[in-house]
């Protein structure tokens, strides 16, 4: 019953968080307010909720409340008429209402808006014009606008990508990232992500939303008036000047069969009874020997019937679909593209890609007349993409892909494919000897935006001829294809039976390297032989790190996420040591330090854990040590005495851990030549404030007197990485004392390099 009235009192919470009186008592001011009082009071509340200044999730909420009352009431018009009073009306929302309106949005399953979030957004801008609307599902002028929207996005589908991000549950992506203040927000991307923002300030008016865009139509798309006719071979669309064809209407024709057929207006009596003596025409197509007349004034009408008097495309069938592949698989370079149709589909798209591409072959496969061929590729619905490449390697298009990007991506990546069922099981099998990368997505999940990392992935191995890429989406039938694996959306790495399963969520730098690391470092799973070689001193040559792992299933989280932190941990140190996994096999006397990995489930506490003993350099200082030995002066300006390399740090700062490997390794290399230290700020807090310690970590160096210098100095040292711990600690060594430089260069040539092809 509790949990009920709270639900209640919530949800009454969130209506009356719009109630147009309210907006005078969030901002504080009177409801007789001057527009000057209100935008002061905004100013001085934004100021202190903004998240830059404020980030906390309170003044995140404050933030937006502020705003949205901002925003209602900075239009006197708007105000005097009341425009807003309609909000003492909103509906009532349950909580089943409430959270569905929160989570799909005012867009969801829109055929013509793209929705977008934080992880698509990057990969979404391509070439070309693209309108996007910031919003929140519970703002009124952003209901007001949604229809309109949605009627926009139809009108320009296949002209301008039109797309909208939900604000209310993409918070940070929103205001910190995208620094969107208010709702709704349309941004316009005249050239796609070549760059270039513009902030549309017009009223929200279908009438004026769409003058905006025609605005930069007509700037990229000229239509000629001619007086004489055109070459029979080029494919001509003569527009007849007395018609009632409006000229937005004309431009969009025009934008969307842009080098498939040239439009040109023709205002020439005379020049119109030589192309027909049809009064009602409006259109007069001609190529070649052809001569069509069209009569209609619709838009949609008038370029299905161009497309529908464009050369014909060659229609593939069984047979030929298998010549095309022996083909291909024979020495054939030149890929086809292959577009699934369906009898209620026109096929402008088709002719737009063969005149984007025309050194690809192009070929047409009815869906509703070879149903069987069409599943064998993998379409469920038409219309549908995919190419033949080099090999005979196929791959099919993703529903939402941008289908000249995936053709001219598609075809460089020769080694990557789309895999059918029956592909994946002998793969996941190990009947494959071959390296297989995979990308797993199953059924009602979201994964095209991990397809572009992966497809790159996938050329940046091309050299490699023993490593595949293959993606797997799996259907409604075939989900336990994918679940047998995972529940969501993964990258695996298959060689034979040997398996590792990257779960991060960033689908970029660090998914490239994971793959890297993974490719190359195949041998990484011990036998039992092998690790009885390593339990003999006298035949190890490394250290040895090894982490035992159970056999045959699965330990959790921690068993599924160990190949990539394994594999981080691995890189950090690479050129010093070997790190390995293997069963549980044969543990007594095999390790001097051991820890249960549960505690340790990520790299950087794995990496310090195990550096303290592989690089044991590091002493931990306390208050006595400290002041005795680091910032004592020395009484002897032509002492010995050593500079110190000290690293200021807190168990409880993440960074510490992660930053650690770079002073650690450093120290491996600088061991006996400077000395080195670790200070536990949480324990010895006095010693961190003597020294000014502000953030976690720090690394300082200290220099006492000697010769060359007449007082003791300090200097931090920048910890990026243990190469430029190096450059920084011997480029101020050299001013110091060069003769310690030795010590240095000596460590460094007995190190042992290991490059990546041993790991």
């Not at 279908?206 to 071979?233: A, G």
């Not at 072959?361 to 069987?372: H, Q, S």
């Not at 398996?499 to 998914?511: E, F, P």
Request: charged share 25%; hydrophobic share 35%; net charge neutral.
């Amino acid at each position: 019953m509790l949990k009920h009235l709270l639900l209640a009192c919530f949800l009454i919470g969130v209506v009356n968080s719009i109630n147009y009186e309210e907006y005078y008592e969030v901002l504080g001011i009177s409801k007789v307010a001057s527009t000057g009082e209100i935008k002061k009071a905004y100013k001085k509340l934004a100021v202190k909720y903004h998240p830059d200044k404020n980030p906390t999730e309170e003044a995140h909420k404050m933030f937006v409340k502020i705003t949205e009352a901002y925003e209602a009431l900075k239009d006197p018009e708007k105000r005097s008429n009341n425009a807003y009073s309609f909000m003492h009306k909103q509906p009532f929302y349950s909580g089943e209402e409430y959270d569905r309106l929160l989570h799909d949005g005012l867009y969801h399953n829109d055929p013509f808006v793209d929705n977008l979030n934080e992880d698509n957004f990057n990969n979404y801008l391509k070439n070309g014009f693209y309108f996007i609307n910031f919003y929140s599902p519970f703002c009124p002028p952003c209901r007001n606008l949604a229809s309109s929207w949605k009627k926009l996005a139809e009108m320009y589908n296949g002209i301008v990508n039109i797309a909208a991000v939900n604000c209310k549950i993409q918070p940070q992506f929103c205001f910190n990232r995208m620094r969107i203040h208010s709702h709704p927000t349309l941004l316009f991307y005249p050239n796609g992500k070549r760059g270039g923002v513009v902030y549309y300030n017009g009223d929200l008016k279908l009438e004026s939303l769409e003058e905006y865009i025609m605005m930069f139509l007509r700037n990229h798309m000229n239509i000629p008036t001619i007086d004489q006719l055109r070459s029979k071979d080029k494919r001509m669309a003569y527009v007849l000047g007395s018609t009632m064809i409006e000229r937005d209407d004309l431009t969009r024709i025009a934008f969307h069969l842009n080098g498939v057929v040239t439009f040109a207006i023709v205002e020439d009596e005379d020049l119109r009874k030589k192309l027909t003596s049809n009064e009602h025409a409006t259109v007069v197509y001609k190529y070649k020997d052809v001569t069509k007349e069209i009569e209609s004034v619709e838009e949609d009408e008038i370029i299905d019937d161009i497309v529908r008097y464009l050369p014909k495309v060659e229609v593939i069938g069984p047979e030929k679909f298998k010549k095309i592949r022996n083909s291909l698989r024979s020495g054939s370079q030149k890929t086809w593209a292959f577009f699934f149709s369906t009898k209620n589909k026109n096929r402008l798209q088709l002719h737009q890609m063969i005149n984007a591409f025309p050194a690809m072959n192009f070929g047409e496969i009815n869906c509703d007349k070879m149903p069987e061929l069409c599943a064998s590729l993998h379409v469920e619905s038409a219309p549908a993409w995919g190419v033949m490449k080099k090999g005979g390697v196929y791959q099919r298009a993703p529903p939402s892909a941008d289908v000249r990007d995936f053709l001219q991506t598609a075809t460089a990546a020769l080694n990557l494919h789309t895999l059918s069922p029956s592909d994946l099981q002998r793969i996941l099998n190990g009947e494959d000897t071959s390296v297989w990368v995979l990308l797993l997505a199953p059924y009602g999940t979201q994964w095209e935006h991990i397809v572009e990392p992966f497809t790159q992935a996938s050329l940046d191995h091309l050299e490699n001829e023993n490593i595949n890429f293959g993606i797997m989406s799996c259907s409604a039938k075939a989900a336990q294809y994918c679940t047998q694996v995972s529940h969501q959306p993964v990258i695996v790495i298959q060689h034979g039976v040997r398996r590792k399963i990257y779960h991060k969520q960033d689908y970029g730098t660090l998914m490239t390297d994971f793959i890297d690391m993974a490719v190359k470092s195949q041998d990484i799973d011990l036998s039992e032989k092998q690790l009885l070689e390593i339990m003999h001193v006298s035949s190890r040559k490394y250290t040895w790190l090894i982490a035992f792992v159970p056999s045959g299933k699965s330990c959790g989280y921690t068993c599924d996420n160990l190949p990539y932190e394994w594999m981080v941990v691995a890189k950090k140190v690479n050129g010093i040591r070997r790190f390995f996994t293997l069963p549980p096999v044969l543990v007594k006397d095999c390790v001097t330090a051991s820890i249960n990995l549960q505690e340790l489930a990520q790299a950087p506490y794995i990496l310090e854990w195990a550096l303290e003993y592989i690089v044991d350099s590091a002493q931990k200082l306390n208050w006595q040590v400290f002041s005795k030995k680091v910032i004592a002066e020395e009484l002897n300006p032509t002492g010995t005495k050593k500079p110190w390399l000290v690293y200021f740090h807190s168990p409880r700062c993440f960074s510490c851990y992660e930053k650690y490997p770079a002073f650690a390794i450093a120290g491996y290399f600088l061991n006996n030549a400077i000395q080195m230290g670790r200070v536990n700020c949480i324990s010895e807090r006095g010693i961190c404030q003597q020294e000014q310690i502000m953030s976690y970590p720090t690394l300082k160096l200290y220099l006492s007197r000697n010769q060359r210098q007449r007082f003791s100095t300090v200097i931090n040292i920048p910890l990026r990485d243990y190469e430029t711990v190096l450059k920084e600690v011997k480029q101020h060594i050299r001013r110091y004392d060069e003769s310690l430089l030795a010590g240095i260069e000596q460590n460094v040539r007995k190190s042992i390099h290991i490059n990546h092809d041993e790991f």
